[in-house]
């Protein structure tokens, strides 16, 4: 039985959606396609995070919000890796 692909993105209820397909279809491209959105975002998250702590008169509401902007990222990351690491472990032999 197919276990689905976890989606980068929730239900309503905050629970996690999951596809049953083979992969080709739209909803597989467009989760595709938000997957790498959030990659890419965490990067630019990462370089402004650096600059941000590289400065000594960053004030503790901007490092704050810069805390929590990190944790949203990290979790949208940890999604995209829990689900291709789901991928590839029904592609092992």
């Not at 980068?8 to 997957?35: F, H, K, M, N, Q």
Request: glycine share 12%; with cysteine; proline share 3%.
């Amino acid at each position: 039985m197919n276990a689905g692909r976890l989606l980068p993105w929730t239900g309503e209820d905050g629970r996690p959606c999951y596809l049953l397909s083979d992969g080709s279809g739209r909803v597989a491209r467009l989760a595709d396609d938000i997957e790498t959105l959030q990659l890419g975002m965490a990067g630019e998250l990462l370089a402004h995070a650096a600059e941000l702590l590289a400065d000594r008169r960053a004030s503790s509401g901007e490092l704050r919000y810069l805390a929590r902007c990190l944790a949203g990222s990290l979790r949208d990351v940890k999604r995209v890796a829990d689900s291709r690491g789901g991928q590839l472990a029904r592609r092992e032999p």
